[in-house]
């Protein structure tokens, strides 16, 4: 089985690109994506450098979280919520289609266009942050075009959440509370409620790539692994997908000091849980025969 390990959100804090960066270089991280609507300076550039040799580099496009580069957030939305997280706007805002469509194909491609001047190469892959790609077919497409122009690979995060581990689930007190999508939770059902349970933020997830998404090619794991932050948790995932050729695995490693000045509530301790976790993966997934690789091998 060939595992993509792929490391979300590298340029959004130093402390979570330095994790990153160390997780290349002992090899728990395989490829990488990138947000570039932060200051991008000479060290970050050189991070990536050295990185280009051992992983694969991609673009985390950023429509969810200020600053951008061109607009914020609320400019790209026609419509404003009163929800706690930033993303939660957007999401409904797709959901609705009350976007500006003109403003985010401008944003993606001044993205796109700094990434490539900014690190002098083409991103290996291209992929939306918060999942920002999803939640509407027109936004999808705006993906999907420059994809297809620079014949690079569109990570769709597609989990079926139907084929998870629901004895695993069930032993883990935090997740109780979860249930899969059902007749009973529908789309209005659960955009009225993202504030209240990260349940809804994940069917929700499953709900709009069933609405609007093809499934990528490449078997896709990412959100359950990402609420345990555990091993064993992927190990068995893994275990019981059968014979997949290639699994692509969604991950946010960093390092973590308590006392630095963050920029954004995702750098936390959780993402030093997760680099421990993938170490630990990576030396417990012998029995598997894994053979780590990027989204190199998907281009050829």
């Known amino acids: 089985m060939k595992i993509i390990i792929n490391a979300d959100d590298f340029g959004i804090d130093i402390d979570r690109d330095l994790g990153i960066f160390y997780g290349v270089i002992k090899g728990y991280v395989t490829s990488v994506s990138i947000i570039v609507t932060n200051k991008i300076g000479w060290f970050r550039k050189l991070l990536v450098c050295i990185m280009k040799k051992k992983a694969s580099i991609g673009i985390h496009i950023n429509l969810t979280d200020n600053p951008l580069l061109k607009y914020t957030m609320e400019e790209l939305c026609l419509k404003n919520y009163n929800y ?5 706007s957007f999401w409904r805002n797709s959901i609705d289609s009350t976007l500006n469509f003109k403003m985010i194909d401008e944003e993606i491609n001044m993205q796109f266009e700094k990434f490539i001047k900014e690190y002098g190469f083409i991103p290996n892959h291209i992929d939306g942050h918060n999942h920002c790609n999803i939640f509407n077919k027109k936004v999808e497409e705006l993906f999907e075009n420059i994809s297809i122009k620079y014949k690079i690979h569109l990570r769709i995060p597609y989990e079926d959440l139907e084929k998870f581990d629901k004895k695993l689930l069930s032993k883990n007190t935090f997740f109780k509370d979860f249930k899969i999508l059902d007749d009973k939770m529908d789309i209005n059902y659960i955009r009225d409620r993202l504030d209240y349970f990260f349940k809804y933020d994940m069917n929700l997830n499953n709900y709009m790539c069933i609405m609007n998404c093809q499934k990528d ?13 555990n091993s064993n948790v992927l190990l068995k995932q893994l275990s019981n997908i059968g014979n997949i050729d290639c699994v692509q695995i969604m991950t946010h490693p960093g390092f973590y000091w308590k006392n630095m000045k963050h920029k954004t509530v995702f750098s936390n301790y959780d993402r030093k849980t997760e680099l421990d976790s993938l170490r630990d993966f990576k030396l417990n997934s012998i029995y598997l025969q894994i053979d780590y690789t990027n989204y190199n091998f998907y281009q050829n």
Do not use: N
Request: charged letters at 35%; proline letters at 0%; a positive charge.
């Open 84 to 88: 706690e997280r930033r993303k939660f």
């Open 217 to 229: 090619k490449i078997y896709y794991i990412g959100t359950m692994y990402g609420y345990f932050r």
